[in-house]
């Protein structure tokens, strides 16, 4: 008598992860495959807390292809970003020095970016002291 093997299952997510990805972890994937990353981790239920700032760009490209897939990928709500950066109280010699660096880097590694699934995150509240992350029941 053969044994049936029983079909892998799916698991499935109630709950949520926090994720924290540093920059090492993404500086050598291209745009694409760095939207990419963010993007299958959200699907799977996790607030991604990321060491730097995305590129303007790349900010940008993953507001039009989160938006672009609400409505045609099931269950996906959309995303909530915020980025919290403590250069906003610098004298300027400060910011042209961070400036450079931030170009000799390529990235702002003194902020951070907070990426989650709007079925989890309610809401992001930010000011330039603190950040309240609101999650949904």
Known sequence: ????KKSPQKKTLNG????????TEIKNLSSSERIKKILDL??????LIIQG??????????????MAMIGHVKNFKGIE???????ENRSPME????????K????????????????????????????ELFLNK
């Open 81 to 87: 970003i915020a980025i919290i950066s403590p250069h």
């Open 1 to 4: 008598m053969v044994a049936k």
């Open 104 to 131: 000799l880097s390529g990235a702002d590694l003194g902020a951070i970016t907070i990426v989650g699934p709007v079925s989890v995150v309610k809401e992001i509240k930010q000011d330039p002291k603190k950040i």
């Open 95 to 102: 910011k042209i020095k961070h400036t450079l660096a931030t």
């Open 16 to 23: 949520f992860a926090i994720q924290f990805i540093p920059y």
């Open 53 to 66: 700032r995305l590129r303007p760009e790349e900010e940008l490209r993953l507001t039009e292809d989160t």
């Open 42 to 47: 959200v699907f799977h239920n996790s607030i």
